[in-house]
């Protein structure tokens, strides 16, 4: 049903629509060009106005931004439909709608940018868990039990890839790369201090490292478990201090 709209459109864009570019025939003003059709001929203004309030040729329009953040978070569809068939939703579900779409789309965002750093592993780990974008389960325990907020801090940096490690040699056991798996998981210098952890890895039949790396920095735990989180974040804070013991 577009055919003919479409036909003229592509015309227009592929330049085999001519003007004559002599005077403009319609308003007698201006050379007649695809640009005084599309934008300034005076004889068309009161047709064009539509465009006008879109921003087509008036980037000043106070609804240009609103418009293209309608775009941009993908919502054309529904608001085109609300305005076609006049039928507006409440305030309230309307900015729930509103809500949850630039939620998921600022969540995918992160996402992206955080798959490009390895730093940011296991933060992206955790942004997967989650269907919003919100603050991280750390943050959560610390606002819930502020006496806990040491180990919330470590855990938060352990899980958004703020502790550095050198990726040189471990200074604690000197037999493999200083890593964030490596400190977790593996270092024999912290094993006596990790062993209840390895016991609760265990009894939870987590096999491999990535499985023990998500428990260990509270990715697979639920926020209603404190006791598992409180327990997890316990351990690695011993094995932090053991650490910094034998470095220093």
């Known amino acids: 049903m577009m055919k003919k709209s479409c036909q003229l459109m592509l015309h227009l864009q592929t330049g085999c629509f001519r003007f004559s570019e002599s005077m403009c025939p319609c308003c007698n003003s201006c050379y007649d060009t695809i640009e005084h059709f599309m934008l300034h001929c005076e004889a068309l203004a009161d047709v064009r106005r539509p465009l006008a309030i879109f921003g087509v040729g008036h980037s000043m329009s106070p609804l240009v931004s609103m418009w ?22 409440s305030k309230f579900s309307w900015s729930k709608k509103v809500k949850m779409i630039v939620g998921n789309s600022d969540l995918q965002s992160l996402r992206i940018m955080c798959s490009l750093y390895s730093s940011l592993k296991w933060y992206c780990e955790s942004l997967t868990t989650t269907p919003t974008l919100c603050p991280t389960i750390w943050w ?11 180990s919330c801090q470590l855990m938060l940096h352990l899980q958004t890839g703020c502790f550095r490690f050198s990726e040189s040699m471990c200074p604690c056991c000197n037999s493999c790369y200083d890593t964030i798996e490596h400190f977790m998981l593996h270092c024999e210098a912290l094993a006596d201090v990790r062993r209840p952890l390895a016991i609760f890895f265990n009894e939870m039949h987590l096999m491999s490292n990535d499985q023990k790396m998500r428990m260990s920095l509270g990715i697979q735990v639920s926020i209603d478990d404190i006791d598992t989180l409180v327990f997890i974040s316990g351990i690695v804070t011993q094995m932090y201090t053991k650490r910094n013991s034998l470095i220093s």
């Open 68 to 89: 293209n953040t309608v775009v941009r978070y993908n919502m054309r569809g529904s608001v085109v439909k609300m305005l076609g068939t006049a039928q507006y939703g």
């Open 140 to 150: 959560k325990i610390c606002q819930e039990f502020p006496m806990m907020k040491k």
